[in-house]
């Protein structure tokens, strides 16, 4: 099993940056993919970065360029690092984990409890 816990989150302005951190304890977590998924107001959970054991990463189209996720093996550390964020931005992040990449980005195993990004106009 593994549990997650997120930090980070906060109060941004539109064009601000701000790094998420996923804290992860449990068996076998270097064979895990893990990653983010954010939830807005009134709206679905959407994928939004995963990151392989080996390093390979995957990131939604929408973040692309402004969002780069990342993970320290040793700590068992998942980051994800959101530059130049704007208001549609503004959502409760949760990091993830699952077995598998098809799990990963539709409907990971694992969760954490989120954490709340806000970006002002």
């Known amino acids: 099993q593994v549990h997650l816990v997120e930090s980070g989150g906060g109060l941004v302005q539109d064009g601000g940056s701000l790094r998420l951190s996923c804290a992860a304890s449990g068996r076998a977590l270097d064979t895990y993919f893990m990653g983010w998924f954010r939830q807005a107001p009134g709206k679905e959970r959407e994928f939004v970065a995963a990151?392989?054991?080996?390093?390979?990463?995957r990131y939604a189209d929408s973040v692309k360029g402004s969002f780069s996720v990342s993970r320290d093996n040793a700590k068992n550390t998942v980051t994800l690092q959101m530059n130049n964020l704007k208001p549609e931005d503004t959502a409760v992040y949760y990091c993830?984990?699952?077995?598998?990449?098809?799990?990963?980005?539709?409907?990971?195993?694992?969760w954490g409890q989120g954490t709340q990004v806000t970006v002002s106009a």
């Open positions: 990151i392989a054991w080996s390093g390979g990463t």
């Open positions: 993830a984990a699952a077995i598998e990449w098809y799990a990963m980005l539709t409907a990971p195993d694992y």
